[in-house]
């Protein structure tokens, strides 16, 4: 029954991936980073109940955690280029 | 009697939570435009999340591991919209225009660009 | 089964390699490299190392992409194009991927009972790791007690990235004199991630704790920790602007951090030596040996943890308040 969720997993990540090469816009890669973070926590969870390893959770936890602090980053990083922008078109 | 019970609960959750990321997935190659996908992206990752989770927290039973699984769970719900938000805004700072569509029921030439 | 996925995500990974090599603006070959390096994870993972799999997911995934995009803000967006073509390099690189896959041929298959590195020493360590050091986690065993001096070397080394990365990015000394920039910074704005990411910081910090001192258990030890602690404290200087967090933790607690770690290290040796035995030998720290290597562990990864945590922080600080100096 994991195999059937995994390979389901897998092809969201393959979905993804295409979405990542092939997005127009940088948002839409990034909006793809995003998903294909969350399918690889659900696909480390899923994987360590197939393998009959329930201390392999804590990767998935851990990958939770660390998931957002680089979508964050990313929107710190645009704001901080609009805000130049403004600034070098103010003086 | 309540272990099959439990199995045919589990199969049930787990097969409706991959079918929603499979949507989620094909979603985020169809649809139009980029704020079309980010719904796509976000609303399949929750609910497939909760979900997978449950499906698999029946089948650990009262341990350590379904404290743990719960906790993944939680933090996936509580950081996936965060993230979904700091992208479109991001992205509607940097002047990405949300698009109408040509669905709307206003003429041609007042469609926004 | 395990064989089908391997095999799939490793073609991903050729695909995502290929694409950020292929990529002309920068900030997609970082997003790309953030995949790489997720599927790099999984594939540690499927292949049963958890210690590296968890390294690679907090290092990878959180501060790399952050430093990234911290030195992709300083400078442009854009590749510059390249003049000349490259021959020369593609010949050299052909030919080197053609003798190591030629070289590949005589490996011993994954796995194999008979091949030599599963005969002479790997036995030796899963026999005697429970009669001498008694934990369950044989990885932490062989990187704290068997294979020590490797792990000091390693966390030198650490030490040393990190000094020569603040002398490149010339990184002064703050004096009392030098105004520390209450600029507009950091999402103050954005009411959902300041919530949302509040919430978090205590959790992330609770966590690399945790994995902290449960290496000798599980999955985990000071290198992951001290990344999790550190993206924690990245997820707050995010949130609130980086002069924020400097004034939270100082670059000096930082530097003495990353000294301090080193120094435990070193000096666990040498409290080993003042004990009557060798250097980094973990017995005579205690009456019981057994209970000496495992309170010998458990220093150590502390240093690991404090050197690798300050290391990346300092780095962090380098390049997020560069801007404040130009």
Not at chain 3, 280 to 304: H, K, M, N, R, W
Request: glycine residues 10%; neutral net charge; hydrophobic residues 55%.
């Amino acid at each position: 029954m994991y195999i059937v969720v995994s390979i389901a997993i897998l092809i969201t990540m393959v979905l993804a991936l295409v979405r990542a090469l092939m997005g127009p816009s940088v948002y839409d890669r990034v909006l793809a980073v995003n998903v294909f973070g969350t399918k690889t926590v659900l696909l480390l969870s899923v994987i360590a109940f197939l393998y009959g390893r329930p201390d392999f959770l804590d990767l998935a936890l851990a990958y939770a955690l660390v998931n957002m602090v680089g979508v964050l980053a990313v929107l710190e990083y645009f704001q901080n280029r609009v805000r130049k922008k403004s600034e070098t078109q103010d003086d | 009697m309540i272990d099959i019970i439990l199995d045919i609960l589990s199969w049930i959750l787990l097969l409706l939570g991959g079918a929603c990321v499979l949507i989620g997935g094909i979603g985020g190659l169809r649809l139009p435009n980029f704020y079309a996908r980010i719904h796509a992206a976000s609303l399949t990752d929750s609910m497939g999340n909760i979900l997978i989770f449950s499906g698999i927290m029946l089948q650990a039973g009262l341990s350590l591991a379904t404290l743990k699984l719960f906790a993944i769970m939680v933090f996936l719900l509580l950081t996936g919209p965060t993230a979904t938000y700091a992208l479109a805004n991001a992205a509607l700072l940097s002047g990405l225009k949300p698009d109408v569509g040509s669905a709307s029921d206003e003429p041609q030439e007042n469609k926004l660009k | 089964m395990i064989f089908i996925f391997a095999v799939f995500l490793l073609s991903l990974l050729v695909i995502t390699a290929i694409a950020i090599v292929r990529a002309k603006n920068l900030f997609v070959a970082v997003m790309l490299t953030s995949i790489f390096s997720l599927l790099m994870a999984a594939n540690f993972f499927i292949l049963d190392a958890a210690d590296v799999a968890l390294t690679e997911a907090a290092v990878g995934a959180g501060i790399t992409t952050v430093i990234f995009l911290c030195a992709l803000s300083l400078t442009d967006d854009r590749e510059k194009p390249r003049e000349g073509s490259r021959w020369v390099a593609f010949c050299t690189v052909g030919v080197l991927a053609l003798l190591i896959i030629y070289a590949t041929f005589d490996k011993p298959r994954l796995g194999d009972p008979d091949a030599p590195v599963h005969q002479h020493v790997a036995p030796w360590y899963l026999e005697k790791t429970p009669e001498y050091i008694d934990i369950p986690n044989v990885v932490t065993a062989i990187l704290g007690s068997f294979r020590g001096y490797d792990t000091l070397g390693e966390v030198f080394v650490v030490f040393a990235a990190c000094i020569g990365v603040l002398f490149i990015l010339s990184v002064k000394p703050t004096k009392k004199t030098n105004q520390v920039i209450k600029k507009e910074s950091g999402l103050r704005h954005h009411l959902i991630p300041q919530v949302v990411g509040r919430l978090l910081i205590p959790f992330i910090v609770l966590f690399g704790l945790y994995v902290q001192f449960h290496g000798e258990y599980g999955p985990g030890g000071g290198f992951q920790a001290g990344a999790i602690i550190a993206t924690g404290v990245i997820l707050y200087a995010l949130l609130e602007g980086e002069s924020s967090a400097l004034r939270a933790i100082p670059r000096s607690v930082l530097l003495g951090m990353v000294v301090g770690g080193a120094l435990l290290y070193g000096g666990v040796g040498v409290a080993c030596i003042l004990m009557g035995g060798a250097f980094l030998d973990y017995s005579v720290l205690a009456t019981d040996p057994v209970v000496g290597q495992q309170l010998g562990i458990l220093f150590i990864e502390a240093g690991v943890g404090m050197a690798v945590c300050g290391a990346l922080l300092s780095i962090y600080h380098a390049f997020a308040a560069r801007e404040s100096f130009s």
